[in-house]
């Protein structure tokens, strides 16, 4: 919806505006009425953006959903992805570096126990550990169908991606894993007749690989899901006129800007400070700079309350050297919350901030989740962030006359 | 959406309902922690209802969407733009007074300056003055085009509108305007089957045009764009039971209030004191009033702060010729905001006060955008006000058992 009526609206700028996106920043409080992680965190740079600056809270996807790391940045780029979807196989390749054309096909893979008849007694191969799996990845990368080109890579324990490349293939196929013990994997099959070759060309695979692991005491099966091809999304040069650049560390959020159209750029270190480098270094090339930082999402994960403060104030130590460049907008905000207290991402509303001189001001002095609930933007979704970073880098004209 | 569930729950009423527009009425600080222009008038009157009334936000269209005055208006009265297309050609007629009823056309025009080959060199005819513009268009109306009337009026500078009347018309035309120099205009051309008679007056229209106009210097051709018939809007009367009445003395808001069927009243003058005078004379003959103040809206595009800040304490100096009245229901809001600071609409929330003595009552006692972030009728879009109105007004049943 957001595409029907913003790429009409676009007018020439040479405004800059920047996202930074502390993945997972919404926290909990460890306590009722203590404070979260971004409270708790000693943040003066951006409670002096936040006192001149537009605040509000941002509903990732819906009320009470809580979102995966790709739906959650395809939102925040702009693209509801209740609406546009990017196949489980295409976010898994994206995951470990792999990007996926058009025409590309990529699956999940999990290995899989096997019983002496072929049924599936184990659907994750006990869980073997990374030690295990990565050895059996690279055995499997021997694995030739004729016609095509394949290629495999270990994502964590007992998972992995495949992607095949050629003519004529089509992601119209089934996952063979029966979600199940008991019973044997099921043959790859084509949803739509357009699939038949590709599913034919899978199973080849699938066959090959099971031959190679017939001897291994656990992981002797594998089951593919989630075949998916590039989703061919709306670029974002052509719905919001942006040439944009993605300064990232880790290769699955590389992966969904890649998708968008972003530009990848290569960063010299992993701190923030280093990504903030690499913003100035390529400050004239670009309208857009989406920088993202993990460590708060990682440190929520792991539960460690005092070190997603730590990384907090980290990113805050390091942003004048952003602050510097002066951009026309400036958004703080995060994918979703990732409060230590539960150890995962949840549904929580996250706090956002917009720093521009064409914000309306509000009288919240400090960035953090109670603080945004009286900000100026109000309770905005995921999508309305693009739009409204358009508008306040003067990038829109009016609606209509 | 609105227009589905409203109607089957209307119920007689002799409640009134005043809403109160004040054009362009959102504004932004000169500077980080100043007032806005709201915030810095003196507005006694609106104070005390915002004390004992409802205050909220609006978001006009849809998060950075600046809207134009036809949509903005069409969103206040009950219609998502994005939804019901009203033509820039009605909107333009509109706008210099001229109603399009279901079956006229109506075109936006432009002179434009045309090359000895019949080549356009310049779209805007140098954007030729008022002075030189309006007898062009008075010599235009010499135009007869056998079987249909035809109407012109000038708008402003090059731009003007060109409206027909007959039997049989439609709207599916194409603009002849190609959008770039060093070409010739395009043929009136169909878009629909339909539409094949009325491309061809169109076409002797513009024909007789360039002969007319031939040995100008400048305006020496014309391009038209934006054909469009009266849309067929739901109407006031039958989707939310008002006979409604609309006080302005800009043409574009009267265009606008009686495509939904809105009477339009005369004013004699034209400050808000005289428009409130208006609604006094015709209490008794209408459920609902539209009161529509300009001066907001075009102190703000001259970015003069100060003269913004005058016109909305002159409209509350004037208040109690309103409140005398005692309305059911009044609702002080914009219908978008046009900051002095930006010279121009904007796409920023717009603050909203319900005065009505079944509104919940909140903690805001001043009537101002910071103030209106803890009202108690929260974010709500334009097209939530009439059926927050009619609610106030006690005019609609509850929905199911």
């Known amino acids: 919806m957001t595409f029907d009526y913003i790429p009409s609206l676009l007018k020439p700028s040479e405004s800059k505006i920047v996202l930074l996106l502390l993945d997972g920043l919404g926290g909990l409080p460890v306590a009722p009425g203590g404070p979260t992680e971004l409270e708790a965190a000693k943040t003066p740079y951006m409670d002096h953006l936040a006192a001149e600056g537009a605040l509000g809270q941002i509903i990732p996807i819906r009320p009470g959903i809580t979102p995966g790391s790709g739906p959650a940045h395809l939102a925040l780029f702009g693209y509801d992805p209740l609406k546009y979807d990017v196949g489980r196989g295409v976010l ?90 008991g019973v044997p994997s099921l043959p790859v099959t084509a949803t739509q007749p357009a699939a038949k070759k590709t599913a034919a060309l899978f199973q080849e695979w699938i066959n090959q690989a099971n031959t190679i692991l017939a001897d291994q005491p656990k992981a002797n099966g594998i089951n593919l899901r989630g075949f998916a091809t590039n989703p061919n999304l709306p670029q974002y040069k052509d719905i919001f006129g942006l040439k944009a650049a993605c300064i990232a560390a880790y290769p699955m959020y590389k992966g969904v800007s890649r998708l968008v159209g972003m530009d990848v750029l290569d960063v010299d270190g992993d701190t923030p400070a280093d990504e903030f480098q690499t913003v100035r270094q390529h400050w004239n090339d670009y309208d857009f700079f989406f920088v993202h930082i993990k460590k708060t ?105």
Chains 1, 2 share one sequence.
Not at 303 to 318: L, S
Not at 362 to 390: K, M, N, Q, Y
Request: charged fraction near 25%; proline fraction near 5%; aromatic fraction near 4%.
């Open 92 to 181: 898994s390749a994206s995951g470990v570096g792999i990007h996926i054309k058009p025409g590309d096909i990529a699956a999940r893979g999990n290995f899989c126990t096997l019983d002496n008849e072929g049924k599936i007694t184990d659907r994750r191969a006990g869980r073997i550990p990374n030690e295990e799996a990565a050895p059996l990845v690279k055995k499997l990368q021997a694995i030739k169908v004729p016609g095509v080109e394949t290629e495999i890579k270990h994502v964590k324990e007992y998972r992995f991606t495949v992607v095949m490349r050629g003519k004529g293939l089509d992601d119209n196929i089934a996952d063979t894993d029966p979600q199940q013990i």
């Open 297 to 401: 999402d990682s440190t929520g994960e792991d539960g460690n309350f005092d070190a997603k403060i730590h990384v907090i104030e980290t990113v805050d130590e390091a942003l004048p050297g952003l602050l510097d460049l002066e951009p026309d907008v400036l958004v703080v905000t995060g994918d979703h919350s990732t409060p230590a207290l539960l150890k995962s991402h949840s549904w929580h509303d996250l706090p956002i901030m917009l720093s521009a001189r064409t914000g309306r001001f509000d009288r919240v002095t400090a960035f953090g989740e109670t603080a945004c609930l009286g900000g100026s933007l109000g309770r905005i979704r995921h999508v309305d962030i693009l739009p409204l970073a358009l508008a306040h880098a003067l990038r829109l004209t009016k609606y209509g006359a």
